[in-house]
């Protein structure tokens, strides 16, 4: 099983790399032909890395959410999952190109920094072992998806290619987002204070989540009011997944906390 993750998570990298390639050459060329072969990759890319997963789960006996590893998988796939479902009802294919590009950049990031963790089994860490773990973790992983999705369609804006896309998509993402990150936030402060006897501690991640409510919270709003130009709301998006990836990056490696061992 060790052997087929290894292979499976460059497959999986590999697929995500052409179909990000293949999009951009299609939409440039107009050619049809390149853009279905993307969209096939994509779908095999987001099979395979839903293997992985799978694998992880049966290798640990948990679910994949409980160390920054498994985090980052399941983000990633739930990126390219979110994608293929919207792009079924709402025309966002211009952005197909961008959105494939950072999920694999993500599964790279596996590759590069945590490929000798992928079949790993460490026993968790008493703080883990908790019921709130799963929802918590989830509905993080599905509202940095919804924000990295969000900023690929938000990037592509600024080019003509991505002037059909409409502003509304990218609020409803946003929106979803905001809404499963708020949640995450107070079902991690209702665990924590089962496991630490308080809501709230001011431990980086923390903090930087805060931060990152607050910016999508304030696009919401001048959005919603129409008070700043289009652009401004767009960079508003990218910034705030800017926030998110530091939330992940930044604090898991570099600040310590409580959330350091994520």
Same mark, same amino acid.
């Given at each position: 099983?060790?052997?087929?993750?290894?292979?499976?998570?460059?497959?999986?990298?590999?697929?995500?790399?052409?179909?990000?390639?293949?999009?951009?050459?299609?939409?440039?060329?107009?050619?049809?032909?390149?853009?279905?072969?993307?969209?096939?990759?994509? /779908?095999?890319?987001?099979?395979?890395? #839903?293997?992985?997963?799978? =694998? $992880?789960?049966? %290798?640990?006996? &948990?679910? *994949? @959410?409980?160390?920054?590893?498994?985090?980052?998988?399941?983000?990633?796939?739930?990126?390219?999952?979110?994608?293929?479902?919207?792009?079924?009802?709402?025309?966002?294919?211009?952005?197909?190109?961008?959105?494939?590009? /950072?999920?694999?950049?993500?599964?790279? #990031?596996?590759?590069?920094? =945590? $490929?000798?963790? %992928?079949?790993? &089994?460490? *026993? @968790?860490?008493?703080?883990?072992?908790?019921?709130?773990?799963?929802?918590?973790?989830?509905?993080?992983?599905?509202?940095?998806?919804?924000?990295?999705?969000?900023?690929?369609?938000?990037?592509?804006?600024?080019?003509?290619?991505?002037?059909?896309?409409?502003?509304?998509?990218?609020?409803?993402?946003?929106?979803?987002?905001?809404?499963?990150?708020? @949640?995450?936030?107070?079902?991690?402060?209702?665990?924590?204070?089962?496991?630490?006897?308080?809501?709230?501690?001011?431990?980086?991640?923390?903090?930087?989540?805060?931060?990152?409510?607050?910016?999508?919270?304030?696009?919401?709003?001048?959005?919603?009011?129409?008070?700043?130009?289009?652009?401004?709301?767009?960079?508003?998006?990218?910034?705030?997944?800017?926030?998110?990836?530091?939330?992940?990056?930044?604090?898991?490696?570099?600040?310590?906390?409580?959330?350091?061992?994520?």
């Amino acid at each position: 099983m060790e052997t087929l993750m290894d292979i499976f998570i460059y497959v999986v990298l590999f697929c995500y790399f052409a179909s990000a390639l293949l999009y951009w050459g299609g939409g440039k060329f107009h050619n049809s032909m390149a853009a279905k072969a993307a969209l096939g990759l994509a /779908i095999l890319g987001c099979i395979l890395h #839903l293997a992985i997963l799978v =694998m $992880r789960t049966a %290798l640990t006996g &948990v679910l *994949p @959410l409980t160390n920054g590893l498994e985090f980052l998988l399941s983000f990633s796939w739930v990126t390219v999952l979110l994608y293929l479902l919207m792009q079924t009802r709402y025309p966002i294919q211009p952005a197909a190109g961008a959105v494939m590009l /950072i999920s694999a950049l993500l599964v790279s #990031l596996v590759v590069i920094l =945590m $490929r000798d963790q %992928l079949s790993a &089994v460490a *026993p @968790l860490m008493p703080a883990l072992k908790s019921p709130w773990l799963t929802v918590h973790v989830i509905t993080a992983a599905v509202a940095y998806a919804a924000f990295a999705l969000a900023a690929g369609l938000a990037a592509v804006q600024f080019f003509p290619a991505g002037q059909s896309i409409k502003d509304d998509y990218i609020y409803l993402l946003v929106g979803g987002g905001f809404a499963l990150l708020s @949640l995450s936030i107070v079902l991690g402060a209702v665990w924590a204070e089962q496991a630490w006897g308080r809501y709230w501690s001011w431990d980086p991640k923390e903090t930087w989540a805060l931060i990152t409510w607050i910016i999508y919270a304030i696009y919401l709003h001048v959005y919603r009011s129409r008070d700043w130009p289009a652009n401004t709301t767009r960079w508003m998006v990218i910034i705030g997944f800017g926030l998110v990836l530091f939330t992940f990056f930044g604090v898991n490696y570099l600040l310590p906390g409580l959330h350091s061992y994520a």
